[in-house]
Each structure stands twice: as structure tokens, then as C-alpha cells.
């Protein structure tokens, strides 16, 4: 019996049952041996429910050289780029370039820039840039950093 034929019968007869942990150590220390192939039929199955450990090993086997990658690169591009890649909503990294951009706005690196492209981006996103500015202006809803005005209809 090769280690597929094995993760797959150990599949099939836990499907209904709890795991038996010595069985479970067995299939994942055997799954880096699998082929792609084989490492997406494992994955693809459909006896193993989203977050069985199975699942989520066969997953990072797959795709080990990719996890990460695109955060680093993220990370790593100027607020030209980043603008760039966040107006193209089908390159897939729209919600990562979104957490970026605030980051970087919480840090003071090109808040007119981020400002700019997020005022004209979805309604959350202008909502988050004047809940911003009204933190700056007025301190947080803790009421840290409050300067009560006095009103001017006096």
C-alpha cells in the first residue's frame, strides 16, 4: 500500500469517527512524500472538513514557496506601486494593499497620498479615513487626548 492509497483509506474510515492521534501523526509525517497530484486529491477531498490538520498540512506542502511571498513584496513596494496595484481590483491583494496603506497611514508615511485613494475607494474605506482625522483632531472614543471646543453659536 503506497502513503496516498494509506491517507486516503485512513480518511474513509475516520470520516464518521474521531482520529486516532498516532494514525493522524502518520498521514501528515508521510504527506510530503505525495506527488502535487496526489497533495491536491488530499486537499481536494472531501472527507476532511476545512481546518482538519490534514487539510491545512496538504496546503502548506503546496504551496510552501508561495506563503508569504506576497506579503513580503507588499510590504516592500513604494506608495506609487502600492496605489497602483490597489486600483486594480482584480489582482487579488486589494484587501492586503488596504491593510497596508492603513498601516502606513497610522504610521505618517504619505497620508495625503492614502487619503486621496482611499476617499475615492468603497464607503468603509472613506468611513475609516474620516474616523482618522476625527481620532487626530478630537483624540480617540476612550476620550484620550480630548480637547473639548467651546461651542460657537454662543
Not at 7 to 23: A, G, M, P
Not at 77 to 96: H, T
Request: proline fraction near 2%.
Amino acid at each position: 500500500m503506497t502513503d496516498y492509497e494509506f491517507i486516503l483509506k485512513q480518511c474513509r474510515k475516520f470520516h464518521f469517527t474521531k482520529w486516532d492521534e498516532n494514525e493522524l501523526r502518520r498521514c501528515l509525517e508521510v504527506l510530503p512524500n505525495l506527488t502535487r497530484e496526489q497533495l491536491i486529491n488530499v486537499y481536494r477531498n472531501r472527507l476532511l472538513d476545512e481546518k482538519h490538520p490534514l487539510k491545512q498540512t496538504a496546503f502548506k506542502v503546496l504551496f510552501a514557496d508561495k506563503v508569504g511571498k506576497r506579503e513580503e513584496r507588499i510590504k516592500n513596494l513604494d506608495i506609487d506601486a502600492l496605489i497602483e496595484e490597489f486600483k486594480d481590483k482584480k489582482s487579488g491583494n486589494v484587501a492586503l494593499i488596504r491593510k497596508e496603506l492603513r498601516e502606513r497611514y497610522k504610521a505618517g508615511i504619505d497620508r495625503q497620498k492614502i487619503t486621496a485613494i482611499l476617499n475615492v475607494s468603497t464607503k468603509s474605506d472613506q468611513q475609516w479615513v474620516k474616523s482618522q482625522i476625527r481620532k487626530e483632531r478630537y483624540g480617540d472614543s476612550n476620550g484620550n487626548n480630548y480637547q473639548w471646543k467651546k461651542p460657537s453659536w454662543k
